[in-house]
């Protein structure tokens, strides 16, 4: 369960205290852990399993600082949803529009640095499985190959959300391409993972074809916007 607070700066430890104390009318807690911070999102986060529940039930609970610009809280819809507020007195929680031009231009970069690394770094798992080392070959072909074309079939689907890597995938692109997402991340051995990344290159390959022409782009900001 994802619950997130808005607090003032100065209360942020105690509104923490209070929420552990609440859980424990409910369940010992089993166990816990707290992002280190600065965390990356610049929000204070814990993570808390209870004793009773069920140990895939996690509470996840964050803390958005009230200093905390609005477009810097993880509200936009279009990467995260509607956001259910159980309330909001000051009227804190407004989801502020998603900044498309700066966030498209970061889409168009990555991609233009996709279509460089992947060829460049794809070799370096089938040199790894010559070579005997097969955990090595697995990762790479994690990082280097299935990841990237994860990416860039969010980037012509979804491009609001390319970055969140393996997760949505059946919600943010087309069913056909998440099964052959599923397929290539279980190769069975050595031989299987190399015909794995001859296929995930070789429709890595048409997916730049097909945008040089013409057949999909990143939308413009404005288009998006409009939506």
Not at 112 to 123: E, H, I, K
Request: net charge negative; aromatic share 8%.
């Amino acid at each position: 369960m994802d619950l997130q607070a808005i607090v003032p700066d100065a209360h942020v430890e105690a509104v923490f205290v209070a929420v552990r104390q609440a859980l424990e009318t409910l369940s010992p807690i089993a166990r816990s852990y707290r992002l280190p911070e600065p965390a990356w999102h610049g929000l204070s986060q814990e993570f808390f399993q209870l004793a009773e529940a069920d140990p895939n039930h996690l509470v996840d609970f964050a803390v958005i600082p009230a200093s905390k610009l609005a477009s810097a809280r993880l509200l936009e819809r279009e990467r995260h949803g509607e956001a259910l507020v159980l309330f909001d007195r000051g009227g804190h929680l407004a989801p502020p529009p998603l900044d498309w031009e700066e966030h498209l231009a970061k889409a168009a970069a990555r991609l233009a640095t996709m279509r460089s690394t992947v060829p460049l770094f794809a070799p370096m798992v089938e040199k790894a499985v010559r070579r005997g080392h097969l955990a090595e070959a697995a990762a790479f072909y994690q990082a280097l190959v299935l990841k990237p074309l994860v990416e860039l079939l969010r980037l012509r689907h979804c491009p609001e959300r390319y970055d969140y890597g393996w997760r949505y995938l059946d919600r943010d692109i087309p069913p056909a391409d998440r099964a052959l997402i599923e397929r290539l991340a279980f190769p069975a051995d050595p031989p299987a993972l190399l015909r794995g990344v001859e296929e995930a290159t070789q429709r890595f390959v048409a997916e730049y074809a097909a945008l040089d022409a013409g057949e999909w782009r990143l939308p413009s900001a404005a288009e998006r916007a409009a939506r």
